[in-house]
């Protein structure tokens, strides 16, 4: 019978093979072992110190001894360092004496510095170039709380600027709020501006555009995933529509809103291709980006807007510039929003059991979700910064109820909303409302968050104080690193005084040391159990580094008796 074979190779070695290998390999080692020795590189290891024996004589006062050489090591490396840092010291100050010119020239060159960086490309001057180019601009809104995402610097300016420009309010992201609530915002903003709503699409790919664009031709189907776009090709014909009314051979159109509003996403949907970055990050174009839509659109796409520091807790917290990763308390952060929200349908969002302050919620969020530090500790600050992901992007669903009347603002007058609604074809403008509102899946009121708008947020646009701010700041810096060169003297003026204490204490410990020493002695003397140690003095016998313990110290062998 043949042997049947095997699915994998034996790894079975012949005796020859093997023996041959373990030689080869004795040899190898022989080979470094000799060379090491060679060298002098031969590998010592280091033996542990025994320490004293209990059995030895003047145990204590050896230990004592020991700490003592420990401590006069410690306060001459103390004592070198001081002396260094009075040597670096007096160079500077010499320096300082000898070249004030010099610093004075630092100084200049720091504030001409300043103003090369304040007179470059700000998010502030670029938002102002975008408002003066553009012809026809675009302030996108969060349905979610389009009053709190209303800037009423931008449009006193785009209002009161040179020619006759047309403002138009973009309600983006109408998937995350429920169809009645958009409605009731949609009759309350169409009282001062045209009205556009929008579902910008989150992630879009050259090759599937045609197919998107085929399985959109019918209305009724419900566009509810995020790589889909609502009221893009109505919306270009409502511009060309402008661009014949106004006979106008091209416009320009641009985009304008707080961070994280979707202005960059709008642009992507009605290009049909991903012409300008998209993401979470929060102020991520930080200069103008010209994209071509059509032969007539130019759309223009801006920094975001920067919210003022006299703005509500709430406000800053949701519409700040600040990255969500650079926040240095984010716990903070989130008390406002929580506090605007209604408590059990956030329990019910998050699913999370009751809680009392907005740390406890985050520590229980944290348990649910496993997001632990070292040791089981519920990491707080990766979920408020979660939490803010959530409500700043497109995960959270909140909406905020409009106010019953209408009130026009102070730089709005009736003459101005007539001007506005003279633009766009209201009849077009409403179709197209109602076709993107039918084509797009919104939650229901139940599912959904309600929040407390806390109204318009102010925004700065000159730009003068933020200049005024970076020059402050780096002013306070320059005036800080003087003031530590001058107060370097009375530092080390302490370290001084230190140093005397530290020299008293190590006097005070040393006398302690020794009482306690001779109080030893003494209870040995006066215990009668002890049997004293007698040396003989007239010894003669030579010194050797070796302790001879038969000299004073013999143990006693004898036998104890037995009771």
């Known amino acids: 019978m043949k042997r049947p074979k095997l699915k994998k190779a034996s790894k079975r070695l012949t005796c020859h093979k093997r023996f041959k290998i373990q030689r080869k390999i004795r040899e190898h080692k022989r080979k470094v072992r000799k060379e090491a020795k060679k060298r002098g590189n031969k590998s010592k290891k280091s033996r542990k110190d025994p320490g004293v024996p209990n059995s030895a004589p003047f145990k204590e006062a050896v230990l ?17 360092k001081l002396a260094r840092q009075e040597e670096v010291a007096k160079k500077r100050k010499l320096e300082a004496k000898k070249d004030p010119e010099i610093n004075e020239k630092q100084q200049k060159k720091k504030l001409a510095n300043l103003e090369n960086k304040s007179s470059g490309k700000s998010p502030c001057s670029e938002l102002n170039k975008v408002l003066d180019t553009s012809d026809v601009v675009l302030e996108v809104l969060d349905a979610r709380d389009p009053l709190g995402y209303r800037c009423p610097q931008v449009e006193q300016a785009v209002l009161q600027s040179e020619g006759k420009k047309q403002l138009v309010l973009v309600l983006n992201k109408i998937d995350l709020v429920p169809k009645e609530n958009t409605e009731k915002w949609l009759r309350y903003l169409e009282n001062e501006f045209p009205v556009v709503v929008f579902k910008s699409s989150a992630q879009l790919q050259d090759r599937t555009m045609a197919q998107k664009r085929n399985s959109k031709l019918n209305t009724n189907i419900e566009i509810s995933h995020g790589n889909t776009c609502a009221g893009d090709e109505s919306f270009i014909k409502l511009l060309l ?36 970055n998209v993401g979470q990050v929060r102020g991520l174009t930080k200069c103008i980006q010209e994209v071509l839509i059509d032969k007539q659109i130019k759309i223009l796409d801006s920094p975001s807007i920067i919210a003022s520091a006299s703005n509500s807790a709430v406000a800053l917290s949701l519409r700040n510039i600040v990255d969500i990763e650079a926040l240095e308390n984010p ?13 059990q349908q956030v329990m019910l969002q998050y699913n999370v059991p009751n809680f009392r302050t907005s740390l406890e919620f985050l520590t229980l969020l944290a348990q649910k979700r496993s997001i632990l530090k070292k040791g089981g500790i519920p990491d707080i600050e990766k979920t408020a910064k979660l939490i803010l992901y959530d409500w700043s992007g497109a995960k959270v669903s909140y909406h905020t109820v409009p106010p019953e009347k209408h009130k026009l603002p102070n730089y709005i007058t009736p003459k101005l909303v007539e001007e506005a609604k003279r633009g766009f074809n209201s009849g077009e403008l409403n179709n197209h409302n109602e076709n993107a509102l039918k084509g797009v899946r919104c939650p229901n009121m139940a599912s959904s968050i309600l929040f407390q708008s806390t109204g318009s947020t102010n925004g700065l646009i000159t730009g003068a104080n933020v200049e005024e701010k970076l020059q402050n700041q780096e002013r306070n810096e320059g005036n800080h690193s003087v003031d530590q060169e001058n107060s370097e003297a009375a530092h080390f003026e302490k370290d001084k005084n230190e140093k005397a204490k530290a020299e008293g204490y190590t006097t005070a410990k040393t006398l302690q040391i ?3 020493k001779n109080k030893l002695e003494s209870e040995k003397i006066a215990d009668p159990i002890q049997t004293p140690i007698y040396v003989d003095p007239s010894c003669e016998t030579p010194v050797e580094d070796a302790y001879d313990f038969n000299t004073d110290y013999v143990e006693d062998l004898s036998p104890v008796p037995i009771s």
Do not use: D
């Not at 979707?262 to 991903?274: A, F, W």
């Not at 716990?331 to 408590?343: A, R």
């Open 64 to 80: 004592r001894e020991a700490e003592q050489r420990k401590q006069s090591l410690e306060e001459l490396k103390q004592k070198q």
């Open 241 to 276: 529509g402008y661009c014949k009314k106004r006979n106008l051979t091209s416009i320009k159109v641009g985009v304008v809103g707080f961070p994280n509003v979707g202005k960059s996403s709008i642009i992507n949907s009605l290009k049909k291709l991903r012409a300008c």
């Open 331 to 343: 716990t903070s952060v989130v008390e406002p929003i929580l506090k605007n929200c209604n408590k």
């Open 514 to 516: 020794k009482r306690m």
